[in-house]
């Protein structure tokens, strides 16, 4: 692997380095699990707003009706 250098302020630098020792990481893992989760984050945002846009028709209401009464 290929290490490269980043600059970044002395604080944001403190704080990844004591949310990699809460995790017991080191601060590329730490970097890695962050962007990991941002990505999960972006992916979850997307399907949110999918769900919004096509929110359900009576068919849904009807079956989810059915499912949940005592007719079984």
Same mark, same amino acid.
């Given at each position: ?9 002395? *604080? ?7 949310? *990699? %020792? ?7 893992? +730490?970097?890695? %699990? ?15 707003? +999918?769900?919004? %846009? ?13 499912? +949940?009464?005592?007719?079984?």
């Amino acid at each position: 692997m290929m290490m490269t250098t980043i600059k970044i302020g002395s *604080a944001t630098r403190d704080r990844l380095k004591a949310a *990699a %020792a809460r995790h017991r990481r080191t601060l590329g893992e +730490q970097i890695d %699990a962050m962007l990991v989760e941002e990505g999960r984050g972006a992916r979850l945002r997307k399907f949110r707003e +999918q769900i919004a %846009a096509n929110p359900p028709d009576q068919s849904y209401f009807d079956e989810l009706e059915e499912w +949940q009464s005592d007719r079984w």
